[in-house]
């Protein structure tokens, strides 16, 4: 199948540090959708993006769609406590990667 | 409110029985998916339906089935096939996609399911 690699799998930073992750696609998509998910729950929707070289924030987090509509990033700055969960990306098919767990240390 | 209900919360199941989680959506979305984690792993995708009455196989639909009989509804039944069903289960359901509305990309979960094989 079309592989997603999502990178790093873990993270572990201190509390204040900004964090970046991303993901890379073999092929082309439309869309690319980053959400949060905390333990034993559904994942949340964090950002989602439609169109190559878009950049949109929200709050402290800001997600890029690359322009090669391969790839996308995620980062977020001044991490704080709350930020701990999996994060995960997702692609126009419905198809995620595998996940970054993020750790902060206070 | 409007959102995406899963039941039951946590399952048991002996080897051998066949389950079904339910899955019930009132956001009128026309798509609707179900996908498996295992601990420590991303989600995979196992069935999905774009419309009442369709469904398509995912990436590891062996083991399940689901039917898609009314458009709030997409049940997902876990056969005796499925060898180590042991996961959590998540629904999920999206808005129609459009050139206008190209929003019909973006899925939302439910709250998930844990299926445990006793």
């Known amino acids: 199948g079309q592989q997603l690699n999502q990178s790093p799998q873990s993270m572990f930073i201190q509390e204040g540090e900004d964090v970046s992750m991303n993901c890379t696609s073999s092929s082309i998509f439309n869309t690319w959708l980053w959400y949060k998910q905390d333990p034993g729950e559904g994942p949340v929707l964090l950002i989602a993006?439609?169109?190559?070289?878009e950049l949109t924030s929200n709050g402290r987090l800001t997600a890029q769609f690359g322009i090669t509509r391969k790839d996308s990033f995620l980062n977020i700055s001044a991490s704080i406590p709350s930020d701990v969960g999996i994060y995960f990306c997702a692609r126009g098919d419905m198809r995620f990667g595998a996940g970054t767990r993020l750790t902060v240390k206070p | 409110d409007g959102g995406i209900t899963q039941s039951p919360k946590y399952l048991f199941r002996k080897e051998g029985q066949n389950v079904t989680l339910s899955c019930e959506q009132n956001?009128?979305?026309?798509?609707m998916y179900w996908y498996r984690q295992d601990p420590g792993q991303g989600l995979r995708l196992i069935y999905y339906?774009?419309?009442?009455?369709?469904?398509q196989k995912g990436d590891i639909a062996e083991g399940y089935s689901v039917s898609r009989e009314k458009k709030e509804s997409f049940p997902l039944t876990v056969t005796s096939a499925q060898k180590n069903p042991t996961a959590f289960y998540l629904c999920?359901?999206?808005?129609?996609?459009?050139?206008?509305?190209?929003?019909?990309?973006?899925?939302?979960f439910g709250e998930g399911s844990w299926l445990t094989v006793v």
């Open positions: 999920a359901s999206s808005p129609p996609t459009s050139r206008f509305s190209p929003s019909g990309n973006t899925i939302y």
């Open positions: 339906s774009q419309i009442v009455n369709d469904f």
């Open positions: 993006l439609y169109k190559a070289g």
């Open positions: 956001l009128n979305h026309d798509a």
